[in-house]
């Protein structure tokens, strides 16, 4: 699971996506790369929990990250000046502490109701992700 962040943290580096966020990567481009993150994990090892986890301060902020079998898996933590790199298989005692008021969505089911993009795009998204994936297999 490690690996695999790496390589979408390593995919959203690299390429200007049209998604909100994404062009000042990783700076609020959480939503969208823990939906992303947390699917590929969820195609590649269907058997584990995958949690989309919404944390929100006591202003209002909010931040998205991964659970995968209570291990976190933050590729965007590093926007915050508490992180100095992404969150591959941590734990989430920092982050509840910034984002207090958790709510956990398995992940599948949070792509599904998420407006953070059209369907089709999703797919997209999720095709160039599993292509990048496969090149390094």
Same mark, same amino acid.
């Given at each position: 699971m490690i690996k695999i962040s790496k390589r979408i943290r390593e995919l959203f580096e690299k390429g200007s996506f049209d998604l909100p966020g994404f062009h000042s990567f990783p700076t609020n481009s959480c939503q969208g790369a823990a939906l992303f993150l947390g699917k590929a994990?969820?195609?590649?090892? +269907?058997?584990?929990? *995958?949690?989309? *986890?919404?944390? %929100?301060?006591? /202003?209002?902020?909010?931040?998205?990250?991964?659970?995968?079998n209570d /291990?976190?898996?933050?590729?965007?933590?590093?926007?915050?000046?508490?992180?100095?790199? +992404?969150?591959?298989?941590?734990?989430?005692?920092?982050?509840?502490?910034?984002?207090? /008021?958790? %709510?956990?969505?398995?992940i599948n089911e949070e792509l599904t109701q998420s407006d953070v993009t059209t369907q089709m795009y999703k797919e997209t998204m999720?095709?160039?992700?599993?292509?990048?994936?496969?090149?390094?297999?």
């Open positions: 994990l969820k195609d590649r090892f +269907p058997d584990d929990e *995958v949690l989309y *986890v919404t944390g %929100e301060d006591e /202003s209002g902020s909010k931040h998205f990250w991964i659970e995968v /291990s976190v898996y933050d590729i965007t933590a590093d926007q915050f000046s508490e992180f100095q790199d +992404p969150v591959y298989n941590g734990n989430n005692e920092l982050l509840a502490t910034l984002f207090p /008021s958790l %709510e956990k969505a398995e999720m095709h160039i992700i599993n292509h990048y994936l496969r090149e390094d297999a």
